[in-house]
């Protein structure tokens, strides 16, 4: 697990009021995620249906970096680097003061999951939840995603973070598990709100704006800043 404190993601700010965190892709992830390093059979048949799938864009560029950096999930380390991080915004003076002081979003997971060896790491997950309900306590608002979001150790984190779906089935399900859901779309795969439940698709404001939007300022990925969880809306995301 690492903690960025100053994102240099230009889809996320223009900014630096953005920290980000990363695990390491694939050891931290499900199998069931289609761009999975090594995927079950159940991401393959995904696949199949989707078309051409390449690797996950984590592990390409400055992203594959930091993730093969991260290392596994590790929730002392996390509670660790978040008690920093607030412990940073309550001083006066200090290295790193004014840095933490600017933040107001953490995007969680740029890479990888809250799985260890295929399997959901409550330790870890109990830790997220934790760090999630000390930002909020001082304003510092979250945006994360998650493969994990049918197994039921990972309901907890529905507060904050969306259901990373790959297919309308997936879509409908997480949506009756109490989720808010993102949908990885291409020219194959355009629902329509019958197929989504009555639900919406959205795109993602960044991409259809060429990046003009960030996601600090758009925040339909944070449920937790939204009015309701019971939003009709699906975010999608074109396949990258």
């Keep these: 697990m690492k903690f960025v404190m100053q994102s240099g993601d230009r889809k996320l700010t223009d900014g630096k009021n953005v920290a980000v965190t990363y695990n390491e892709t694939g050891k931290s992830c499900p199998r069931s ?30 992203t594959n970096i930091h993730q093969e950096k991260a290392g596994a999930v590790d929730g002392i380390k996390l509670r660790v680097a978040v008690r920093n991080f607030l412990n940073l915004r309550m001083m006066d003076k200090g290295k790193g003061v004014t840095q ?3 933040i107001d979003t953490v995007r969680w997971h740029v890479s990888g999951d809250v799985f260890d060896n295929d399997a959901p790491s409550v ?17 510092v608002k979250s945006i994360g995603y998650t493969h994990g979001w049918n197994n039921p150790d990972v309901a907890p984190l529905r507060k904050w ?3 990373s779906c790959d297919t309308v089935e997936e879509v409908r399900l997480a949506r009756s598990l ?31 704006t060429k990046g003009r939007v960030k996601c600090s300022s758009c925040m339909l990925c944070s449920p937790a800043s939204l009015p309701s969880l019971d939003s009709a809306r699906v975010i999608g995301f074109d396949y990258h």
């Design 100 to 102: 933490a002081k600017r």
């Design 33 to 62: 995620c289609m761009l999975h390093p090594t995927p079950n059979e159940y991401a393959l048949e995904k696949r199949s249906k989707f078309g051409r799938v390449s690797t996950c864009y984590t592990k390409k560029g400055r």
């Design 178 to 208: 109490g989720w808010m859901t993102t949908l990885v779309v291409n020219p194959k795969n355009k629902p329509t709100a019958e197929d989504l439940n009555g639900a919406k698709l959205v795109k993602c404001p960044n991409q259809i």
């Design 161 to 163: 973070f969306m259901a």
């Design 123 to 139: 330790e870890y997950i109990n830790a997220q939840v934790w760090a999630c309900e000390q930002l909020d306590a001082v304003g």
